[in-house]
């Protein structure tokens, strides 16, 4: 994760998220002077930043002195709709675990990143690194380009302008970057093969509202040497059904 340094003139707001933003998930728990360097403010500020956001439960301070996220802020996510898509995705993503035998990934687009909040391991896949809160690239995985085809377009450029390689297999021309999207467009999946970690590949659907906006993207991964081609149907048809759910879930929460 890139460390996000506080600047002159930001709120205190802002400035708060900043050391909550020294939190990862390499980095679960901190001390005060990890904090601090990493959210790029002196350890007296940042220790009484700290001591409020203490006291407000968003971190919590362990006996031996360290600092972990607090559960003011576990119960606040819980109320984020990414938590409600999350819920009405689980039992489709558990059918297509089932059907593949391979990870499945849930992601939404988070500024110019996919954010992973849901990953279902299987049983005849590779480890994987990926965690729920995990981001990723848009431009070289399945779950990111599938966000990227249907994002905004100041999105779309600020990615095409920065192709980072991850492996010999990423793509870094913004030509061929910008045609495998309006590929996506019109096809609705998008495939990634050894493009951010070697030995992976992956596949990728988006998922739509009622209005046709994309809520997120699911993915199957696998080893290389795996052909996904037969899990696409399943793919496309978890995409459906978790559209279904979200729309039926809505509707409830909005009668409620």
């Known amino acids: 994760m890139a460390v996000i340094r506080t600047a002159p003139g930001e709120s205190v707001t802002l400035r708060a998220l900043g050391l909550l933003d020294a939190f990862d998930e390499q980095h679960r728990v901190l001390s005060l002077s990890q904090i601090a360097r990493r959210s790029g403010v002196p350890v007296a500020t940042a220790q009484r930043r700290l001591l409020d956001l203490a006291e407000g439960r968003l971190v919590q ?4 002195g360290l600092f972990e996220i607090g559960s003011r802020m576990w119960h606040l996510g ?19 675990v089932a059907r593949s ?3 499945v990934h849930l992601g939404v687009l988070d500024g110019d990143l996919a954010l992973i909040i849901d990953r279902i391991a299987g049983s005849r896949t590779l480890p994987t690194r990926h965690l729920p809160g995990a981001r990723l690239p848009l431009h070289c995985t399945a779950i990111g380009k599938v966000l990227l085809a249907f994002a905004p377009r100041d999105v779309q450029d600020r990615a095409l302008a ?5 492996t010999p297999f990423t793509i870094t021309d913004p030509a061929v970057m910008r045609a495998q999207l309006d590929a996506v467009v019109r096809t609705r999946i ?5 493009q951010h970690r070697m030995g992976v590949t992956s596949v990728a659907v988006p998922v739509f509202d009622q209005n046709g906006d994309v809520l997120a993207g699911i993915a199957i991964m696998a080893p290389v040497a795996a052909s996904l081609d037969a899990h696409r149907q399943s793919l496309r048809a978890c995409a459906q059904a978790v559209a279904r759910n979200v729309e039926i879930l809505e509707h409830r929460w909005y009668d409620e």
């Open 162 to 166: 920065s192709l980072s390689r991850h």
């Open 61 to 64: 301070r362990r006996p031996d």
């Open 190 to 194: 998008v495939d990634s093969h050894q």
């Open 78 to 96: 819980l109320l984020s709709r990414h938590t409600a898509l999350r819920e009405a995705a689980l039992p489709h993503l558990q059918d297509l």
């Open 101 to 103: 035998g391979h990870t």
